[in-house]
T-cell receptor
Framework: GAVVSQHPSWVICKSGTSVKIECRSL??????MFWYRQFPKQSLMLMAT?????????EQGVEKDKFLINHASLTLSTLTVTSAHPEDSSFYIC????????????FGNGTRLTVT | GQQVMQIPQYQHVQEGEDFTTYCNSS?????IQWYKQRPGGHPVFLIQ?????EVKKQKRLTFQFGEAKKNSSLHITATQTTDVGTYFC??????????FGDGTTLTVKP
């Protein structure tokens, strides 16, 4: 089955630094990937849709200059949290669907970001 | 924008009791998916419903999609301790974007 790999699994960084999270589709090509954020005991909130070869589409309220998304190939999307602050601490999860938009989402294992 | 409401937020049951969680979308959906997330883990796909009125079963789990394709339910018969976790529905619109419900966290007392 389709596998989505996300790295790192967890990261601790100091306030003001930037963190890059990678999301790879291991056995399929993903023209579209989705980045979600999940705070403790809350639902998954879509942050942005990452499109291969073009600009990401951000959801309302998500700062595109703070959460930089790059989807340079059909198997890799990256999310960079720039100038991280403690309120950015969260669980970030990427996902992709194999083939058609009607297909289920396959999730990466997630990245737990803690900003001190 | 599309909103997906899910109830209840929490459900505590005795092992062997049944469990149901419900989802309602503000708009008609292309399809709906159900996921299970264990504490500290990532959502794992359970099933997808596409057709109006569709019913699917996976062992003790029964999934339904409403006739209007705006609501769905997940029912677990005779819960077991292995069923614990948070169950999310996710409504997919025609543009391919999925909106997740708030989730229902199930705890099972042995």
């Amino acid at each position: 089955g389709a596998v989505v790999s996300q790295h790192p699994s967890w990261v601790i960084c100091k306030s003001g630094t930037s963190v890059k999270i990678e999301c790879r589709s291991l056995d399929f090509q993903a023209t579209t990937m989705f980045w979600y954020r999940q705070f403790p005991k809350q639902s998954l909130m879509l942050m942005a849709t990452s499109n291969e070869g073009s600009k990401a589409t951000y959801e309302q309220g998500v700062e595109k200059d703070k959460f930089l998304i790059n989807h340079a190939s059909l198997t890799l999307s990256t999310l960079t949290v720039t100038s991280a602050h403690p309120e950015d601490s969260s669980f970030y999860i990427c996902s992709a669907y194999l083939g058609q938009t009607n297909n289920p989402l396959h999730f990466g294992n997630g990245t737990r970001l803690t900003v001190t | 924008g599309q909103q997906v409401m899910q109830i209840p937020q929490y459900q505590h049951v005795q092992e062997g009791e049944d469990f149901t969680t419900y989802c309602n979308s503000s708009t008609t959906l292309s399809n709906i998916q159900w996921y299970k997330q264990r504490p500290g883990g990532h959502p794992v796909f359970l099933i997808q419903l596409v057709k109006s009125g569709e019913v699917k079963k996976q062992k003790r789990l029964t999934f339904q999609f409403g006739e209007a394709k705006k609501n769905s339910s997940l029912h677990i018969t005779a819960t077991q301790t292995t069923d614990v976790g948070t169950y999310f529905c996710a409504g997919r619109d025609n543009a391919g974007k999925s909106t997740f419900g708030d989730g229902t966290t199930l705890t099972v007392k042995p």
